[in-house]
T-cell receptor, first 118, second 109 residues
Framework: GAVVSQHPSRVICKSGTSVKIECRSL??????MFWYRQFPKQSLMLMATSNEGSKATYEQGVEKDKFLINHASLTLSTLTVTSAHPEDSSFYIC??????????????FGPGTRLTVT | GQNIDQPTEMTATEGAIVQINCTYQTSGFNGLFWYQQHAGEAPTFLSY??LDGLEEKGRFSSFLSRSKGYSYLLLKELQMKDSASYLC??????????WGAGTKLIIKP
């Protein structure tokens, strides 16, 4: 089956620093990747949609200058949290849409990255 | 606006059957998904419905009624490992996934 990896799985950083999270589709090509954030006991919140070779589309309320997304290839998208603050501490999850996939099994999720900003 | 409703929490007994309901109001409809999410982990795909009726997959089944804006996930022969959150998501006319808040299922021995 389609596999999506994320790195790192956990990261602790100091307030004011930047953190980069990688999302890779391992055995399929993904023209579109999605970045989600999930706070404890809450549902997934879509942050942005990342399309290979073009600028990401951000959801309302998400600061594009703070959450930089780069989708440089069909298998890699990165999310950089710039000047992180404690309120950015969350579970960040990416998902990828299979270029060759059928209608139903479109999004495959990575294992998530737990970010803690101290 | 777009809205997905599902119960916040449910409790069931090991070996029993539980039904988790989901109602939705979205701008268009291009399929409904159920995902399972264990605490601290990413969601995993369970089922997909785009036509009315029941889709069965082992111990899990999912039902859809588009006219009623309603779906349910049925879990049979419950096991302790089924304790998790179950997320209902609808794909709207723009092919965006609209997520419910999830139902936390607690299985008791």
């Amino acid at each position: 089956g389609a596999v999506v990896s994320q790195h790192p799985s956990r990261v602790i950083c100091k307030s004011g620093t930047s953190v980069k999270i990688e999302c890779r589709s391992l055995d399929f090509q993904a023209t579109t990747m999605f970045w989600y954030r999930q706070f404890p006991k809450q549902s997934l919140m879509l942050m942005a949609t990342s399309n290979e070779g073009s600028k990401a589309t951000y959801e309302q309320g998400v600061e594009k200058d703070k959450f930089l997304i780069n989708h440089a290839s069909l298998t890699l998208s990165t999310l950089t949290v710039t000047s992180a603050h404690p309120e950015d501490s969350s579970f960040y999850i990416c998902s990828a849409r299979d270029l060759a996939g059928g209608d139903s099994y479109e999004q495959y999720f990575g294992p998530g990255t737990r970010l803690t900003v101290t | 606006g777009q809205n997905i409703d599902q119960p916040t929490e449910m409790t069931a007994t090991e070996g029993a059957i539980v039904q988790i309901n989901c109602t939705y109001q979205t701008s268009g409809f291009n399929g409904l998904f159920w995902y399972q999410q264990h605490a601290g982990e990413a969601p995993t795909f369970l089922s997909y419905n785009v036509l009315d009726g029941l889709e069965e997959k082992g111990r899990f089944s999912s039902f859809l009624s588009r006219s009623k804006g309603y779906s349910y996930l049925l879990l049979k022969e419950l096991q302790m490992k089924d304790s998790a959150s179950y997320l209902c998501a609808v794909r709207d006319s723009n092919y965006q996934l609209i997520w419910g808040a999830g139902t936390k299922l607690i299985i008791k021995p």
